[in-house]
């Protein structure tokens, strides 16, 4: 019975990175859509930053479980998942109930955002699991109704959210020697979810209004870099990108403070580094922890000198691949 078949088999498995935004996401157009203020620019990195799930739908189900790092989650968590797995029980026309487990390959705990390679891996798992066979386009759309940044994971490399779809700009084979050193900071503070700090800014930052008309110049110039590979222009707006956003955090209303000290520390090692040649950007999201964006050829001596700061630990990454589906099921 084909159709029996289908139904105990409603089961997928998909390994998907993180990613570090080189122009960054910071506000909605619509909200319902996840639809961005402005283009962003990313590169998906390798699975030092994965996470791995397994989605199943079944009848065995009375509800939707999640379980995250082996903790069962009833919370605000599990109504984030189940609301984007209604739009796809929707979507494939199935009334059934999931369970889903999902492991990082990254410490938890550490403030290392989790929600775009969390919610590409939901997409990419729920959608196989329902049958249904997408683009990778159309899956970037999906996974965006999630997170805004877990679009952008769907693809491996470099790529451009042209702030409603994403496009691959070139693969992780393009510029294999560019290295992200995440710089953890370890005492991470309580944070306003990128979600609901994002719509402070739009609401009340005057900065964030001139962010917006000069964001597109940057897109261009930073797409530009990537294509030539010229890591001198790539890594001035990287920097310049993050800051500004830090910026525009700060001038929102009440005043939106990610950074710590340990980070305004790295960002001193990063200068001193770049005082006669530049080899290395830092980029900070929505926490204190750095991305430092650099050669392979630096890796050993910026991180040398990171580690010289107090109660840090780092983790190296390189341009990754995009969405992979495994027949290795976490249950
Ligand atoms: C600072 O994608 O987490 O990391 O769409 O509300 O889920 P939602 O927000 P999210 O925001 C990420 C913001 C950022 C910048 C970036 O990754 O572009």
């Known amino acids: 019975n084909i159709l029996l078949f289908f139904i ?49 739908f079944s009848k065995e189900f009375k509800e939707d479980i999640l379980i995250l790092n082996n903790e069962k989650y009833s919370d605000n968590k599990l109504l984030r998942v189940s609301n984007f797995l209604d739009i796809i029980r929707q979507k494939a026309k199935v ?44 899956l970037a759309d999906y996974a965006r109704l999630g997170s805004g940044s877990a679009s952008r994971s769907i693809f491996g490399g470099f790529v451009l959210w042209d702030s409603e779809h994403c496009h691959q700009i070139k693969d992780e084979k ?15 503070e309580k944070k306003i979810s990128s979600r609901a700090g994002m719509k402070k800014t739009v609401d009340t930052s005057t900065k964030y209004k001139q962010r917006l008309t000069k964001v597109g110049k940057t897109i261009e110039v930073v797409q530009n870099a990537i294509i030539k590979k010229d890591f001198e222009t790539l890594a001035i707006n990287i920097m310049k990108d993050s800051d500004n ?71 190296v990454s390189k341009p990754g691949q995009g969405i992979k589906y495994s027949d290795d099921h976490l249950f």
Not at 33 to 47: G, Q
Not at 116 to 137: C, H, I, M, V
Request: aromatic letters at 6%; a neutral charge.
């Open 95 to 138: 009334d059934l109930f999931a369970k889903v487990i999902s492991i990082n390959s990254f410490p938890t705990g550490t403030g290392i955002a989790s929600s775009a390679s969390g919610f590409s891996a939901l997409a990419a798992a729920s959608t196989k699991a329902l049958g249904l066979t997408l683009t990778n386009e159309e």
């Open 174 to 188: 393009h510029w294999d020697k560019l290295r992200d050193i995440i710089v953890i900071v370890s005492s991470v």
């Open 245 to 315: 956003m830090h910026e525009c955090m700060f001038d929102t209303e009440p005043s939106l403070v990610y950074l710590n000290d340990t980070s305004n520390k790295i960002k001193e090692v990063v200068n001193k580094l770049n005082k006669n040649k530049i080899i290395a950007a830092y980029s900070f999201d929505a926490g204190p922890n750095a991305h430092i964006i650099t050669r392979q050829e630096n890796v050993e001596l910026i991180t040398r000198e990171l580690l010289k700061i107090f109660g840090v630990q780092v983790v």
């Open 8 to 56: 105990i088999n409603m089961k997928s498995t998909v390994i998907a990175c993180s990613n570090i935004a080189f122009v960054k996401y910071w506000g909605k157009l619509d909200k319902s859509k996840n639809i961005a203020m402005n283009s962003s620019i990313s590169m998906t990195l390798d699975e030092n930053l994965s996470t791995k799930t397994t989605v199943e």
